[in-house]
């Protein structure tokens, strides 16, 4: 790739049709897409007014979201705001809150103290449908969707956006400086870029490792690579005790993840939150972010001028792997609030109303999202957000998941997450034997899967 590509700037925003039937077809799990009877496409009621169905009584619902990242947090409370002006007779109670606590944790927390919400986008579906706090989506709402993924054959969500990959998002003024001509076409070139930065007097990578979250960005990276590509199920062979976190592929994937960090990552990476690493890669204390496209919003926002670059990152062997595939998350409806109409209906119509053309357009081009309607749906996109696309339409790109995205026999002990994310960290800051680390991952797996299955 010529040098003139990677370092050219930014194209102006151009309008993008966002038609994702070649990654459609990956990312299709088996849930039928809707047929010609199911419920008509997001963009019938009308994103201006009430529909028929909309309570005419006042009505008051609670609604619960993640706040960690502030573009899907700015486009959420704007969908809000527009609903409630145009349904004026429907009140809504914003619960949400920035926290540092990890959203699972800060959904038990509303739910000890009585304020789970009405409304919840739900992440962990699973472990919130077995104990009874959520119900199936309301059926005239599932047609507006290309699939939705189910849980023990139920469908649960209204999904906000298809699962959309991470990557490199370099600054291309570092890339310039530092004498890089072309993307790298496998992860040992990578490395050799991370060197080229290093010696040009830039801090390769910035990680936002004060919020656990985004520990899973790399975390998962090196996990699909070595694991997940090639074994989908791997979960489930670990819950069954046929695998183990001490298997080869598994240490190497560990291996990779420990020495990047301890050789390109700043190294403040542990006490950096999310919502900084866009103003440290613009400010040029670094070169590198590994997140997904919904910081673009971000970085634009921190500097409008400021030029930059992303791509999927390869394994040794040049391929393409990368979080992609519809996982069970969105929209769901409380149990409490399904007992009653009232707070059915108005939350019908705000669901309605959040994937309606109009009103859904301005929420995806706000995150830079990727619809998960069967309606296509069209908004300004970036040169950015073009590469991503690109990525996900390609058929030679194999999509995956996180390692807590996974539902059904893969599904793994909610809590195991956040407890692994915190092992990682603790590897590289104590400079631990990965070998080591791993056998303490494989006892806390099995002690939580006895305990889960002893409830």
């Not at 994310?421 to 099995?446: I, T």
């Amino acid at each position: 790739m010529s040098k003139k590509r990677i370092l050219q700037a930014a194209a102006p925003a151009v309008a993008l049709t966002l038609i994702l039937s070649a990654c459609g077809g990956n990312n299709n799990n088996g849930s039928a897409s809707p047929s010609a009877g199911s419920s008509s496409p997001a963009s019938s009621s009308p994103a201006a007014s009430p529909s028929a169905s909309a309570p005419a009584k006042e009505v008051t619902f609670t609604i619960g979201y993640a706040t960690g990242d502030p573009a899907t947090k700015q486009a959420i409370s704007q969908t809000i705001e527009a609903f409630k002006q145009a349904h004026p007779n429907i009140k809504i109670k914003d619960y949400s809150e920035t926290t540092s606590a990890s959203y699972l944790d800060w959904l038990k927390t509303k739910d000890a103290v009585g304020e789970f919400p009405d409304l919840v986008e739900m992440r962990d579906t699973k472990v919130f449908a077995d104990s009874g706090k959520i119900v199936e989506l309301p059926s005239e709402l599932v047609g507006l969707f290309s699939n939705v993924p189910e849980v023990d054959g139920k469908k649960y969500n209204a999904p906000l956006t298809l699962n959309a990959p991470q990557g490199i998002i370099y600054s291309k003024k570092a890339y310039e400086k530092a004498g890089v001509t072309e993307l790298p076409k496998t992860y040992d070139e990578f490395l050799a870029i991370q060197e080229k930065l290093k010696t040009s007097g830039i801090t390769p990578i910035v990680v936002g490792g004060k919020d656990i979250f985004h520990m899973g960005f790399w975390l998962n990276k090196f996990l699909i690579d070595e694991v997940y590509a090639s074994d989908p199920d791997w979960n489930s062979k670990r819950t069954a005790k046929q695998v183990s976190f001490t298997d080869a592929n598994v240490v190497q994937a560990m291996t990779d993840y420990k020495e990047l960090f301890t050789n390109y990552v700043d190294k403040g990476w542990l006490s950096t939150a999310d919502n900084q690493t866009a103003s440290i890669l613009v400010s040029g204390k670094a070169a590198q972010l590994f997140s997904g496209p919904w910081m673009f919003t971000q970085i634009q926002q921190a500097d409008p001028s400021f030029e930059f670059g992303y791509y999927a990152l390869p394994d040794r062997e040049g391929n393409v792997s990368i979080v992609g595939l519809p996982s069970p998350a969105g929209w769901s409806l409380s149990a409490d609030a399904s007992k009653d109409p009232d707070k059915v209906a108005a939350i019908t119509e705000f669901i309605k109303f959040f994937f309606a053309k109009e009103q859904y357009s301005k929420y995806l081009q706000t995150v830079n999202g990727i619809p998960s309607t069967a309606e296509n749906i069209t908004y300004e996109s970036t040169e950015q957000m073009k590469d991503v696309l690109a990525i996900m339409a390609d058929p030679n790109v194999k999509k995956s998941l996180m390692i807590n995205n996974w539902w059904g026999d893969n599904q793994i002990p909610p809590q195991f997450r956040n407890w692994y994310y915190k092992l990682m960290q603790d590897l590289v800051v104590k400079n631990g034997d990965v070998a080591e680390y791993m056998k303490k991952a494989d006892e806390e797996y099995d002690t939580e899967v006895k305990a889960n299955a002893q409830q």
